[in-house]
């Protein structure tokens, strides 16, 4: 059973807000991902993170920001949201060693208006 | 630039049938290769994880085989049933840089079982 969080489950939100998606893990990981997922589309990383306080950016652009202040929470932030941002936002987690198993989230389910 | 390409995108098979998922990776040099379902507006969740040194992985009615070197993999469900149904996402790490442990993940194969 997977230890990862994320919150929230589905939020709609108006254009120009400002929105943090939270997602936390209890199994120790070092490693933190997130990515993006548009219906129907294969899963892209935009962030991601091998330990407290590095971040980096993944392979798709992204408006958001990522910060890694403790090992079990990663939160992605959007300062100002747009209708452009709806999406499915997916956190994983895995270990330090690259042969170890991901675990995903539920997701966040985010729709701008 | 390493693609995942997953064939068929969609299956409806009837109960009990024994099925075959593909996945095709361009770049052979992974770390490992992961399988997940994905239920409709859910997360991931992980059914089998293939070393690279390794041929294949077992997990109940789950079978999944992987070729390095023709940059292929297969998920075997045997004797099917509805509650089979999801979307099956293939995905490998390619090791080395500390990005290069993230996933790639192929657009998946949604899969119908009919009872």
């Known amino acids: 059973e997977a230890d990862i969080y994320q919150t929230p489950r589905y939020l709609v939100i108006g254009t120009g807000k400002k929105i943090t998606l939270e997602c936390s893990q209890t199994m120790g990981h070092d490693k933190m991902y997130w990515y993006q997922q548009d219906p129907g589309m294969e899963l892209h990383l935009i962030h991601y993170s091998y330990g407290v306080n590095s971040t980096e950016k993944g392979d798709l652009s992204s408006e958001s920001t990522v910060s890694r202040i403790r090992t079990e929470h990663f939160p992605l932030t959007l300062e100002s949201a747009r209708p452009s941002h709806t999406s499915q936002y997916l956190c994983?987690?895995?270990?330090?060693?690259?042969?170890?198993?991901?675990?995903f989230g539920q997701g966040t389910r985010l729709t701008v208006v | 630039k390493q693609e995942v390409t997953q064939i068929p995108a969609a299956l409806s098979v009837p109960e009990g049938e024994n099925l075959v998922l593909n996945c095709s990776f361009t770049?052979?040099?992974?770390?490992?290769l992961q399988w997940f379902r994905q239920d409709p507006g859910k997360g991931l969740t992980s059914l089998l994880l293939?070393?690279?040194?390794?041929r294949e992985q077992t997990s109940g009615r789950l079978n999944a085989s992987l070729d390095k070197s023709s940059g292929r993999s297969t998920l075997y469900i045997a004797a099917s049933q509805p509650g089979d149904s999801a979307t099956y996402l293939c995905a490998v790490s390619l090791g080395g840089n500390q990005a290069g442990t993230a996933l790639i993940f192929g657009k998946g194969t949604t899969l119908s079982v009919s009872s």
């Open positions: 770049d052979s040099a992974i770390y490992n």
């Open positions: 994983a987690s895995s270990d330090r060693q690259g042969n170890t198993e991901a675990f």
């Open positions: 293939i070393q690279s040194s390794q």
